[in-house]
Nanobody, 121 residues
Framework: QVQLVESGGGLVQAGGPLRLSCAAS????????MGWFRQAPGKQRELVAV???????NYADSVTGRFTISRDNAKNTVYLTMNSLTPEDAADYYC???????????????WGQGTQVTVSS
């Protein structure tokens, strides 16, 4: 079994920063791509940012220049540093990781339980 545990969500004023963390644990041989998605009420879940194991990143246009995704491979942890937050960034943020549980095994997709980000105007 593999678990993803997110932390760092909460209430922040518009313009402020927030940092999310997501730690993967359990039967992990290697964590490949890891990323963050978000879902606001009444909207579909959308990709926020993704990072490969080698450190290549990709961002949604709406967060480019404000958010930074990073990771610590030794800790199987991914971070999302969010700056200049706006009310439009308020959502439940979900961590995603593509995990190899064994050498030569299949890659599995795992999700965290979500952490809420609220931005007050």
């Amino acid at each position: 079994q593999v678990q993803l545990v997110e932390s760092g969500g909460g209430l922040v004023q518009a313009g402020g920063p927030l940092r999310l963390s997501c730690a993967a644990s359990g039967r992990i041989f290697r964590a490949n791509a890891m990323g963050w998605f978000r879902q606001a009420p009444g909207k579909q879940r959308e990709l926020v940012a993704v990072i490969t194991r080698a450190g290549s990143t990709n961002y949604a246009d709406s967060v480019t220049g404000r958010f930074t995704i990073s990771r610590d491979n030794a800790k199987n942890t991914v971070y999302l540093t969010m700056n200049s937050l706006t009310p439009e960034d308020a959502a439940d943020y979900y961590c995603n990781a593509k995990i190899l549980r064994t050498i030569g095994g299949l890659e599995y997709d795992y999700w965290g339980q979500g952490t809420q980000v609220t931005v007050s105007s």
